[in-house]
């Protein structure tokens, strides 16, 4: 039955229903289960988002949903109809609807009902108007707006809904030459639509009639390939044609086969391995309404006799043009000769949509200098730091061996440095970390790059076994990553600031190839540390939400019985290590944690919360005599005084402890006894390791200060102290940072917060090292591993992102753009921007999921002019030291004086 509340809205939106629509905001950025127009859901209660794009401001109150299989149909949809819900939330899951089935098209389209704000009120988080209807009688206009008509398409909903099965070619899995495989079929009609769902294990590059069917590299995403298979989805109606078709793929191993034991983390060990296998379904409808279905059985052609003579995911491509057979992918080729697939057993009982963006390029990228070395050596430099591949155009004598290398470093000679990634790499024959390796088919120019590998690098020296000549076009880089949207943006008076700010998001785009990585070079592992350092600064510059809802899943496979989880996820076994330890598993906690703050979706804290459980009573068998668990690593790569894991470890440990506290409240349970189990750990830590005289934590180090105050660990009152002691630090450091990983995200952070920004601003303005600048003066274009090279070029990776969150420091804390933990999902924004002696000006945005938000100042001797903009359905609160202020959504200009004491306050 409706509410007394939801019938008198009804009645109010009744009388303005028929209101002229020649003026109605507009609903814009309409997703289905975080993607618009998708083709993959697979669930029976999708999400479902919105946002507005309305100059004057939009308080939205309550909304209505229709989703129908035809859009004539939605006026009386016959799928699902939300009813009127009143919520300022414009978000809604459709809740496990009956009436979705699988490999169908739906449309939906919501209405929603509010009214524009006064531009003269406070605003308020409108999260706590969902019950407040008083506007709707107070003289306020009500507005209906109506949104565009958006689709999504499903696929399977179920496992029984698959027709297809796995196929391989039969052979050992320690076979090098990759499997190709082909189908022949018929098309006699003309097609209207076909839908590919495509799974490998590992990767798969598909053609249809000998053209990809995507531009993307490394599909389907990396995961624990016996806990869970992803599947991919494409559009191949443009593809196929009337008469004979001919779907065909090659496989490659990624580490679900590695087969040469190279690389330290032992994955050619994995529980997993096994020969690459193929998993395809293809849905065709023709323009009579027939449809019709193509499945990988035993009846596709197989051949491992291809050019594709092996692949490694730690060392590269190797690939003979000589063995290339033309015509294999296309209609009309002849495969008498090639033998049946066999059935193969699926890797993981299940297969699930990947919904994350495709590892795809970014851009094509031409060298900036060319060196020759006689006429058998070149090295070329593209300028800065990326990951991907390189292709190579060249004519030359059939046979001819040309192997390509790639580097991060050069030598005084201009040869390639190889001796800062090689570190865990054990050559074997031609495999060498970062070597791809291509034989010439002769005659005429030709072409060629890797399809199923990866790697990290500036600089590529190309040596061929014969006289090769080559000049400055004969190499460009593909630079790809997981090709996560660009929300965010900044500049600032500070070149350096923004120098830094890019090479940070280029080290974090590095980073991402379906899983989280430290770096794209020697290792491609999913340190979980990494991940979470990185994942505010992540967040606030592109919209990566469902790459971590995938991470999400991870880790729900990752974790064991015992309660364990491993420093790298996906892992087989290596890294459930001793020596890792809660520090770096904290990312379970602080990863989801951050999504909800963004977010404000409770769906992935629902799903993890049981793994969350798990854990800490793993953890719990780990504490000390004390109650505090002491193992693992910490302020990871310090530069030189290292702050006690004894101490870090706990205070991770409280974190997480406070975060079940947080979400038991919001999922339901009773949250006292994690209240009461954090107060516990507090009260610990501060008795072993705080020293109330002095206020200073530890060994008294810069991270040691940091993470007490960025976690909360101190006690009520002695916050400033211990800020202050910070700041003294760090003067007597003459401004140089003294931290390693966990300083890096917490010392700024708490200088900012207890009045010292001044400090924080000298600190991130050296140049000197250990500093940020000291890496641009370096000539680095992405962040360094550490804050000085070893002058062996031993264990320091020039593509690490565990040290940028300087970057987010620069968002939330100079332009003052952050999300409001009360009200999640940036429905308050909080503004809270720091204006430091020797900045003159700051420009930042971010698009979050209600909006555009951006904030911008400039300044001038004492006086700072500042204007910040929060989208529709939005309110924001100033926060100054003078105090705090409300505004409700739109454009605000507001005049600041910075007295002589450094406090900001409102004119």
């Not at 088919?441 to 500036?458: D, L, M, Q, T």
């Amino acid at each position: 039955m409706k509410s007394l509340l939801q019938l008198a809205l009804a009645a109010a939106i009744s009388i303005i229903s028929a209101a002229s629509c020649a003026d109605r905001p507009e609903i814009v950025g309409m997703s289905c289960e975080l993607s618009a127009e998708p083709l993959c859901v697979d669930t029976q209660s999708p999400r479902l988002n919105w946002s507005y794009d309305i100059p004057e401001g939009f308080v939205q109150y309550a909304y209505e949903i229709h989703v129908a299989t035809r859009e004539s149909l939605l006026d009386n949809p016959d799928v699902w109809n939300s009813g009127l819900v009143v919520s300022g939330d414009a978000s809604a899951v459709v809740d496990n609807c009956p009436m979705i089935e699988s490999f169908s098209r739906y449309c939906w389209r919501v209405t929603a009902y509010g009214y524009t704000p006064d531009s003269t009120e406070d605003g308020k988080d409108t999260a706590e108007t969902k019950d407040d209807l008083n506007a709707a009688g107070s003289g306020r206009e009500m507005r209906t707006v109506v949104s565009p008509v958006a689709h999504f398409e499903t696929a399977a909903l179920e496992m029984s809904d698959w027709s297809a099965a796995w196929i391989s070619d039969g052979k050992d899995m320690d076979t090098e030459a990759a499997p190709m495989f082909r189908k022949s079929f018929e098309a006699e009609r003309d097609v209207v639509s076909a839908r590919m769902y495509m799974s490998a294990a590992a990767y798969a590059e598909v053609k249809v009639n000998g053209q990809k069917v995507t531009d993307a590299f490394l599909e389907p995403g990396y995961t624990h390939y016996d806990k869970r298979n992803l599947y991919c989805t494409y559009d191949i109606s443009e593809l196929l044609r009337k008469g004979e078709n001919v779907v065909s793929a090659v496989l490659g191993n990624g580490f679900y086969n590695e087969i040469a034991p190279v690389a330290t983390w032992k994955f050619e060990e994995a529980r997993w391995r096994g020969r690459a296998r193929f998993f395809c379904e293809i849905h065709i409808l023709y323009s009579d309404g027939c449809e019709q279905s193509l499945c990988t059985d035993d009846s596709w052609k197989t051949c491992c006799d291809g050019p594709y003579i092996s692949n490694n995911i730690y060392s590269g491509d190797f690939y003979d043009a000589r063995r290339e057979i033309p015509g294999w992918d296309r209609p009309g080729f002849d495969d008498s000769e090639w033998e049946n697939a066999v059935f193969a057993e699926a890797p993981s009982p299940v297969l699930t949509a990947q919904k994350m963006p495709p590892i795809a390029p970014e851009a094509i990228l031409k060298p900036v200098s060319f060196k020759s070395f006689g006429d058998s050596i070149y090295v070329y430099d593209f300028g800065k730091n990326i990951s991907g591949v390189t292709r190579l155009t060249a004519k030359g004598e059939a046979g001819t061996r040309v192997t390509l290398e790639h580097g991060e470093l050069l030598k005084a000679d201009g040869r390639l440095e190889m001796g800062n990634i090689n570190i865990y790499f054990e050559p074997l024959g031609d495999h060498s970390i970062q070597r791809d390796i291509y034989y010439m088919k002769g005659g005429a120019r030709e072409s060629w790059n890797p399809v199923f590998c990866y790697h990290g690098f500036r600089y590529v020296e190309v040596r061929s076994d014969k006289p090769l000549k080559l000049d400055k076009n004969s190499l460009e880089a593909i630079y790809f990553h997981t090709l996560v949207p660009s929300v965010g943006s900044f500049e600032s008076s500070n070149p350096l600031f923004n120098t830094v700010w890019e090479m940070v998001r280029r080290t974090y785009c590095n980073n991402f190839h379906s899983i989280i990585t430290d770096c794209p070079t020697r290792e491609k592992n999913g340190w979980t540390a990494d991940s979470h350092l990185a994942v505010e600064m992540g967040l606030f510059n592109y919209d990566a939400m469902s790459f971590y809802e995938k991470w999400v899943d991870d880790v729900i496979d990752n974790i064991r019985p015992d309660g364990r989880i491993s420093g790298i996820i996906p892992d087989s076994h290596w890294g459930y290590d001793d020596w890792i330890g809660p520090v770096w598993d904290a990312a379970i906690f602080i990863i989801p944690n951050t999504m909800y703050n963004f977010s404000g979706d409770l769906s992935q804290a629902r799903k993890l919360w049981p793994v969350w459980q798990r854990y800490l009573e793993y953890l719990q068998t780990r504490e000390e005599s004390d109650g505090l668990p002491t193992y693992g690593i910490g302020d990871w790569v310090y530069y030189k005084l290292a702050t006690p894991t004894q101490f870090t470890t706990p205070v991770f440990y409280y974190f997480d402890w406070c975060t079940m506290a947080r979400f038991a409240e919001l999922l339901g349970y009773d949250p006292t006894p994690y209240r009461e189990k954090a107060a516990a750990v507090r009260d610990a830590i501060n008795a072993k390791w705080y020293d109330s005289e002095e206020k200073l934590y530890a060994n008294g180090s810069m991270a040691a200060q940091g993470v007490a105050l960025y976690f909360g660990i101190v006690p009520e009152g002695d916050e400033q102290a211990v800020a202050d002691n910070l700041a003294r630090l760090v003067d007597e450091n003459n401004g140089f940072l003294e931290f390693g990983s966990m300083g890096s995200k917490t010392v700024l952070r708490a200088l900012t917060e207890y009045g010292h920004v001044q400090q924080a601003y000298t600190m991130a303005t050296k140049e000197e090292c250990p500093s940020w600048g000291w890496w641009v003066k370096q000539g680095f274009t992405t962040c360094a591993e550490t804050w000085a090279l070893d002058p062996g070029f031993r264990d320091a990776s020039l593509d690490h992102v565990f040290l940028g969150d300087v970057a987010a420091w620069y968002v939330n804390c100079l332009a003052g753009i952050n999300y409001n933990p009360s009200a999640p999902g940036f429905r308050n924004v909080i503004i809270a921007p720091h204006f430091p002696e020797g900045l003159d000006s700051v420009k930042a945005g971010y698009r979050s999921r209600a909006g555009q938000i951006s904030s911008q100042w400039q300044r001038s001797g004492n006086s700072v002019s500042l204007e910040f903009t929060v989208p529709a359905n939005t309110s924001a609160t100033l926060v100054l030291d003078s105090g705090h202020k409300n505004f409700p959504c739109g454009t605000h200009k507001v005049e600041i004086t910075v007295d002589d004491n450094g406090k900001a306050l409102l004119k």
